[in-house]
Every structure is written in C-alpha cells, then in structure tokens.
C-alpha cells in the first residue's frame, strides 16, 4: 500500500479546502522559492539591479539550475534592455533567492585569469559566449565554458579560442584552454569544444578537482588512434588518467582499444578525488591482449595511486554458483558486455550501482541472467536478480533502466524496473523501488491512483529521471493519465512522508504580487555532484527546477523537502561490509564492531530537526556497557567514510574533532543532549549550513579484543540548514 501524500493542500488565493474529488497544487506552488524570473531585474556583482537591465528574450531562463549544499543555485540567463548583444546578453547568476542573487560572470568580461584584453566572447559575435551547460561542486565551486575572444590585440584564434572556468563566486580562474599542452602526452594540445562540456563525463569537486574528456591533436597524435584521454586534477596540474591507444592503466600488458573514437559515457568523480570511468580493451595490441570475454572494465583512479579494476568482464560474481562454478560479469550470449551506468551512480564512499548481464554458474538466459549490483570495497554485491519476487507485487522483476538506478553513501538503492508474471499486465508492468538488498520496497507502481490528481494514474514508468539523496529520498517524473490531472508532473518519496507531489499539470506559480502563472512545463538535473547527489537535488532534499510557464516566460525555482524525522545518513558499519573489525569482531548490520556485552555491537541514530534556528537535533546511543560514552563530532568521514580500525572498533568521524559531551550509559544507552544542555549545534560550534559526522566512543571490557579497552558505535552523518 503506497501511503497517501500531505493532503488537503490549498489552492492559493481560495479560502475554501479542496474537495476529496479535486486536484491538489504540487508543494512547489506553496513552498518554492523563486530565484529569479522572466521581467525581473538583472543583479550585479554585488546583488544591486542593475539599470535598464531585465531577464527576457526568447528562452531568458531556459537552462537547467544546479544547486550545491548551501541551497544557492548556479544558471545561465538571458538578459533585456540597454544595448545588448549576442556576446553581452547572457550571464551566469548564483544565489538562493531573488534577495541574494548576485550575477557571477557576464559575456563581453574580461576573461578570468587570462592577459588583459582577451574577452569572454566569440570572435564576430553571432552567438552567445557563455555555455548554458554549468556544474557545481557541493561546497560551491563552479565550473563553466566560454568563447574567447581579442579583439585588439589579435591574439586569439581557432586553435584556442574556447575554455573553461570557474572557482568560487568573486574568484573566478582559468582552468583548461583549447590549445593547451596536454599532459602525459609528447607536445599533444587540447582540440575539443570546451564550450559545450557534457554533463556526463565533465564537473569539479569540493577539493577543487577537476575533471573531462578531451580531444587531442599535434604532437605524438597519430590519427584517430589516440587522440582521445580523460584527465583529472587541480587546475594547472592535470594527471592524464587514461588515453585511447595507449597503455590501460591498473591493467598489465593491456592497452586500450582503438575501435572508438572516445574513451566512453562514463566519467564522474568524488569527494576524495576517486574518478569511476570505464575502459575498453583491445584484443590484439598490448603484451596480454584482453580476448572478446574480458575485453570492458571500469576502473577507479585515485589521486597520487592511479588507476585499479573495480569490475571487469569475467570476473566472477558472489552468491550465483550452481554447485560447481559462479556465474560471471557477461552477456549472456556473445561478448558484447558493458555495465550499465546512471548519470549518478558514484557515491563519496567510493560505490557504484549498475545493471549487468550474467552468464554460466546458476544463470539461465532469459530467467535469471540479468542483475544489479553494488560494487566497491569488497566483493560486488547482487541488489536485485532478474526473476525474483518484486516486492509489494505478485511479479517478478524482468530489467530495469540504466538512466534510472541510484545509490546513496548508506547503501540504500533506487531502481525503475519492469515486470514479468503473477498477475502483471501492460498497464502495471513498470515501478519504483527503494531499500537495501534484500529488503527493497515499492515506492510507485504504473497503473497506482495518487492521491490529489482526481482520480489520475501513474502511467509508464521506465527510463525517466531518478534520483536519491542521502536521507533516503527520491526525486521523479510521472506522467499521469485517466483522471483530472493529465501530463507530466514531478513527484518526492520520503522514508517517512511518502510519496508528495512537487509538481502537477495546471499548478500555478505566483511571480509577482497577485500574479500567478500556470507551469507549462519543468526540467532539472540528475547527473552526478561530486558528492553522490544530483545536480539538481541535494543531499538536504533541496531541489532546484526550471520551470516554462503557458505565457511563455519562465522561472528558476528552488525548494526543500521536509522529512519527519531526521536520522542522518549512517555509514561506516562494523557489519563486515567494509573496513573489516580489529579482531574480526564484526557486529549486527548498521552497527559498529561487537563488544563485551552486545555480539551486535553498538548502534547510533539521529532524531530530531538539524536545522541551525531551530535545533532540535538528538543523538541516541545505545548497545554499550555500562560505561561512560564519549559524544563526538567531525567534519567528514575518515578514510572516505570506510573508517579506520581504533581499539576495538573503527573510527569513522574525523576531521575537525569536537568532544561534545561524556555521558553514563544506563541499560547500555545513554543521549545527548538532555533538555537541560546546550544544543549539538551550539556545542558543536557549528555556524553554517553543511556536514558534520557523528560517533559515539566507549569505555569497553579489558582485553576483550585488542589491548584497548574502548570500542565504537557505527556513525552519522547530519546535514545542517539554515
């Protein structure tokens, strides 16, 4: 039983409660905040309008938002009035807010970083310099392409007259120019088309990292044999990471194939630096040349490590023997494997989702031949099986769409699947799914009536948008059909709130004062941040739309989900599933290493609101002697949220440390704070919207593992706003 949304949503502007048999408005139409919108003043620099200037023109807001986790969006906007041209007319903004807005970069500026008098702008001016595709890291680094132009000193020409951007707001930098040195290769130069970056295998993490695909030519380029690489790095000290033709890294005596042009779709990147990409191998070049049954890989290169294999084609996979053999990563007939991967599927605890064909072991082709699975640290993990019970149906799961797999740094997965069997049809044979292995749970299925459409149901659900964030939300397209409400609409699940519809055909915005404008249409982004949530849907349940309006015009949009209770996103279990116990110790699943009196270890949840003005935040500490417990905060999670083995257990909070507070463990639980105490956020000094991990250390019995007489609990990590 899917639970209904928040109901009895009012229109606005009517005093009266919508009857039980009308339409509901989407939360947006109650709860977004616009950032901008089609007539509103141009901010400067410095948020002050600037006069003369508007958002207008034809599409003046028409390219997607990114958010990062402050709540302040970065976009490319149209500008009106005064003289403008097809150089001066677009601008990137960022900000949350029609009050905070402030306007990034202008075309027609003074290219950042480059000798005076090299200007963002084409050369003769016909089109719009500045690129409409942006991304942005989760602490706010920004990253952006442009023409290049000098039009008095001559200096700029074909060869490297386009480049990418960015830093965070007020200092803006240079990153890459076409016509720059390629490095790793002999005198090879940067060739590709900087000003449209794909969303798909470009961006910028919180360190400052970037990466892209590039094209090559000059220099040791022979042909088209090896004129494409992938590169990552800091600005002005890029590692070539791999190259087509050339050597594959974390490979002996491999090198990959020259059969395609580029080095693949694949490329995203995380907290750490870690770039998850994936690489063909050639059958006949190389001292151990791959064969057509191991010929794709994906590979995770690591800053100062390089390159290692974190799932190749052969491999065996855990959990599918037939008594004498496991199946392996394959098709299922030929030697045409490749992984199937989201534009989001790289967690910042070093995870990946992805869909794949199995062969041999206890695979029977067109049964059971056909998975997903968790791969990281450790042995892959089968998620879901092709013929298996799906559950809240009486089907079986027959595949699932590559664009629609998510995976958060918990382990939690999302998945649109379709259905074969029980009492499945044409009208219910796709759905939503949402859990961990083994305890996935229907979040929507095709042909379900939801609630506050009228009578509405959910049509096809396959290939669309999909998203999940570390709280365990989701973000999704449904079109709907049969009832009041007909078309597309955006709709949220909370583990707690369930399903709540964000927006639906016919809501109403109100940009101005008494004027309200119908939502014609909406568009948002689901690649990868760099820190394992979407571009367009933050690990706060912050979500930031570009929405058309029937008028023509349109708005940047931006809410939050609320959530009924915060637990934070635990990670860094002393289950097994990743650093392994000191002494082998490991506890229950979700918790830290066993102990002297709980074989399940101990356990930590997060209750309560973390927001800073209104902190309501608690932590709860239980399965530990009755000892005294050490409340402890960080600033990120140690060893990219694996931990590392500490006493009798793992340490997982680390960075900045703040001892919040010691407490008596009674009945083997204790909490922090009591209403009588300062609040985690003032204790924990924390001043500003972010991240902070949590962790509980304890005194334990002598000599029950390791010399140490203290363990662990398991860890959380809270994202704090405003």
């Known amino acids: 039983m899917i639970r209904s949304p928040i109901q009895g949503l009012l229109f606005t502007g009517l005093s009266a409660v919508l009857a039980a048999e009308s339409r509901a408005q989407g939360l947006l139409s109650t709860q977004g905040t616009i950032v901008a919108a089609d007539g509103d003043a141009v901010p400067g620099p410095s948020g002050a309008p600037m006069p003369g200037l508007s958002f207008g023109g034809s599409g003046a807001l028409g390219d997607n938002p990114v958010v990062d986790e402050s709540g302040r969006l970065l976009f490319r906007g149209r500008i009106s009035g005064g003289t403008q041209t097809a150089t001066t007319e677009r601008a990137h903004f960022y900000g949350s807010s029609r009050a905070d807005l402030r306007m990034v970069v202008r075309g027609g500026d003074q290219a950042p970083g480059m000798p005076a008098g090299i200007v963002l702008a084409i050369n003769g001016g016909a089109v719009a310099s500045l690129s409409g595709v942006v991304r942005l890291s989760p602490d706010g680094r920004m990253w952006w392409g442009s023409y290049l132009n000098d039009p008095v000193g001559g200096t700029i020409d074909s060869t490297h007259d386009e480049g990418v951007f960015g830093g965070f707001f007020g200092a803006q930098a240079k990153f890459v120019q076409q016509g720059d040195a390629a490095p790793g290769t002999v005198g090879a130069t940067f060739v590709q088309t900087f000003t449209s970056p794909s969303l798909s295998t470009t961006g910028i993490n919180r360190e400052g990292r970037i990466y892209f695909q590039g094209t090559l030519t000059g220099g040791d380029v022979v042909g088209t044999l090896n004129q494409a690489g992938l590169w990552s790095g800091l600005p002005g000290a890029l590692e070539l990471v791999a190259r087509r033709g050339s050597a594959a890294p974390g490979i002996a005596g491999a090198e990959i194939s020259t059969a395609s042009l580029s080095l693949g779709s694949i490329a995203q990147m995380n907290d750490a630096g870690r770039l998850l990409y994936q690489v063909t191998l050639s059958t006949s070049a190389g001292a151990s040349p791959a064969t057509d049954a191991d010929d794709v890989a994906l590979m995770v290169h690591t800053p100062g490590s390089g390159s290692a294999v974190l799932v190749r084609e052969g491999d065996s996979v855990p959990g599918t023997s037939n008594g004498s053999s496991l199946a392996t990563f394959n098709a299922s007939s030929g030697d045409n494997w490749t992984p199937g991967i989201s534009p989001n599927a790289w967690t910042r605890t070093g995870e990946t989702l ?37 559950p809240g149906t009486n089907a079986l799961f027959e595949d699932w769409s590559t664009a629609s797999l998510g995976l958060s740094a918990s382990g939690r997965v999302c998945c649109q699947a379709t259905l074969a069997g029980g009492t499945s049809t044409t009208g219910d044979d796709t759905g939503i799914w949402t859990g961990f292995p083994g305890t996935l749970q229907l979040v929507l299925r095709e042909g379900t009536v939801l609630s506050g459409t009228g009578g509405s149901m959910a ?6 948008q999909l998203a999940i964030n570390d709280l365990g939300q989701l973000l999704f397209p449904v079109t709907l059909v049969g009832g009041a409400v007909v078309g597309n609409s955006l709709w949220a699940w909370d583990p707690a709130l369930g399903l709540q519809p964000i927006v639906l055909p016919g809501d109403t915005l109100e940009t101005s004062a008494g004027i309200f404008k119908t939502i014609a249409s909406f568009a948002w982004v689901s690649n990868n941040d760099a820190a394992g949530a979407a571009l367009g849907f933050g690990h706060d349940g912050r979500i930031a739309l570009r929405v058309a309006f029937t008028d023509g015009t349109g708005a940047i949009v931006t809410m939050r989900l609320a959530v009924a209770i915060s637990s934070g996103m635990p990670y860094c279990f002393g289950d097994g599933s990743g650093t392994a ?3 082998g110790n490991s506890g229950a699943p979700g918790n830290g290493c066993a102990n002297s009196i709980q074989a399940a270890g101990a356990h930590l949840l997060a209750t309560g609101w973390p927001r800073l003005s209104s ?39 680390g960075g900045a440390v703040v001892r919040l507070a010691t407490k008596p463990n009674m009945a083997g639980a204790s909490t922090y704070p009591s209403p009588t105490e300062p609040r985690i956020s003032v204790r924990g000094l924390v001043t500003g919207p972010g991240t902070r991990t949590y962790q509980v250390w304890y005194r334990n019995a002598a000599a029950y593992c390791t010399a140490a007489t203290y363990n662990l609990s398991n860890a959380i990590e809270v994202v704090w706003i405003p």
């Open 615 to 653: 902190d309501t935040l608690r932590l709860l500490g239980s399965g530990m002697p009755n000892n005294s417990a050490l409340y402890f905060q960080g600033t990120s999670q140690q060893s990219g949220g694996l931990g590392v083995a500490l006493g009798d257990g793992l340490r997982c909070a």
């Open 581 to 583: 116990c000191p002494c």
């Open 459 to 464: 049509s096809h659900l396959g290939g669309g």
């Open 354 to 390: 992805f869909k794949t064909e199995l062969r041999g072991g206890d695979a029977l082709a067109s049964t059971n031949d056909l998975a997903l699975c968790r791969a990281g640290v450790g042995a892959p993990v089968i998620v879901a099986r092709r013929g298996a019970a799906a």
